[in-house]
Nanobody, 123 residues
Framework: QPQLVESGGGLVQPGGSLRLSCAASGFTFGLNHYAIGWFRQAPGKEREGVSCISSNGGTTNYASSVKGRFTISRDNDKHTVYLQMDKVEPEDTAVYSC??????????WGQGWGQGTQVTVSS
């Protein structure tokens, strides 16, 4: 059963840095078939897309609110996707979740979510 597990969240001061990890397991043909996205949801707000990366890591995209501050990357050999968060702001406080979607080698569509990790930016 494919599974994503996020880690690395916590309390960080404004202007600080944090690196989130999204570790994959149970993917029969490997994580390299799937695009991965990071999303976040703050209390009382709708979930929003933060960043995404293509299956081979060649294409990345960012929300305008985090562009220039966050960096997404992936290591398919380690089955892990990262979100480096720099110059964080109180507005970045949210539960961050990763999501996968794509076609495996048998042309089966798959998608799913991790359980999320809390990021709190506060002095």
């Amino acid at each position: 059963q494919p599974q994503l597990v996020e880690s690395g969240g916590g309390l960080v001061q404004p202007g600080g840095s944090l690196r989130l990890s999204c570790a994959a397991s149970g993917f029969t043909f490997g994580l390299n078939h799937y695009a991965i996205g990071w999303f976040r949801q703050a209390p009382g707000k709708e979930r929003e897309g933060v960043s995404c990366i293509s299956s081979n890591g060649g294409t990345t995209n960012y929300a305008s609110s985090v562009k220039g501050r966050f960096t997404i990357s992936r290591d398919n050999d380690k089955h892990t996707v990262y979100l480096q968060m720099d110059k964080v702001e109180p507005e970045d406080t949210a539960v961050y979740s990763c999501h996968y979607e794509g076609w495996d080698e048998q042309h089966n569509w798959g998608q799913g979510w991790g359980q999320g990790t809390q990021v709190t930016v506060s002095s």
